[in-house]
């Protein structure tokens, strides 16, 4: 059940502001008995829904009286607060994100071999998007299929998201697609990579209608691969993310080469 606890408000101060509700103008003795806020409290908490805004005083009465604010009223100002703290909050923990990115980073990364897999469409989406925020130099992307894992339409506006930061961070991005691929694009995804990526100078699209293989390549130390399902040749089943520098030389190689024998393309 809901509670004027919920938006901030101390146990006294929910007490005293629902008996102003009920008695309508009253003194700080008055509220205090009919609120049951002890009397060596009433004045602290009257004054503070005060601040909240929720009571006014009449201060040329003697004994001074207290009259609550309308409850729409009252209620807009207690989630305006509310709102303003999570601003705060959120503002914080991105200082905090920030300090805590500069002071990781600059560890140096594991060399060790290193393998992990998704499974299931969601986490597969995960681990690539995950995959791709990690970049750090460039990331090579080879598709010969589109993946009868994902939606195009909704997982490719979020990659095409995620290789804007990547961007921004000075990652360049090769891309690298059988002409079919580019006839799957959903309208909604080709228009975005048109207008959101295609004018990057780290950014550059080629067709290559030979290509057998789908891969993303990052910083030329990870292979995200997906894999097929073994009881239905058309089905996606995981992706696996391989940390392995020798086995990325060789990927790293195959895609040089057809990179090399494609065409120039804009989306």
Not at 125 to 134: G, S, Y
Not at 135 to 161: H, N
Request: with cysteine; hydrophobic share 40%; glycine share 4%.
């Amino acid at each position: 059940m809901a509670s004027l606890r919920d938006l901030g408000l101390s146990e006294y101060e929910a007490r005293a502001y629902r008996a102003l509700l009920n008695t309508g103008p009253t003194t700080a003795k008055e509220l205090s008995r009919t609120s049951d806020v002890p009397m060596g409290r009433i004045y602290d908490v009257l004054n503070s829904i005060e601040t909240y805004n929720l009571a006014r005083s009449q201060t040329a009465s003697r004994p001074k009286k207290y009259v609550a604010v309308e409850p729409q009223s009252a209620l807009d100002r207690l989630l305006e607060n509310k709102r303003r703290e999570l601003e705060e909050k959120v503002g914080q923990y991105e200082t905090i994100v920030d300090e805590l990115m500069d002071e990781l980073d600059a560890v140096e990364p594991v060399k060790d071999k290193f393998w992990t897999a998704a499974v299931g469409p969601d986490d597969t989406v995960d681990l690539l998007l995950e995959r791709l925020d990690a970049a750090e130099e460039r990331i090579a992307m080879m598709a010969a299929d589109s993946s009868p894992q994902f939606d195009l339409e909704d997982v490719g506006d979020l990659v095409v998201e995620h290789l804007i930061r990547a961007l921004d961070r000075g990652v360049d991005i090769s891309l690298l697609m059988t002409p079919d691929v580019v006839a799957s694009l959903p309208r909604s995804v080709g228009e975005r990579y048109t207008t959101e990526l295609s004018d990057h100078d780290r950014f550059e699209v080629r067709t290559n209608e030979r290509l057998d293989s789908t891969f993303n390549l990052i910083d030329e130390t990870e292979v995200c691969i997906e894999v097929t399902n073994p009881l239905d040749s058309e089905l996606a089943f995981a992706m696996i993310d391989l940390k392995d520098p020798g086995f990325a030389t060789e990927v790293h190689d195959e895609f040089v080469t057809e990179w090399q024998r494609a065409e120039s393309f804009d989306l």
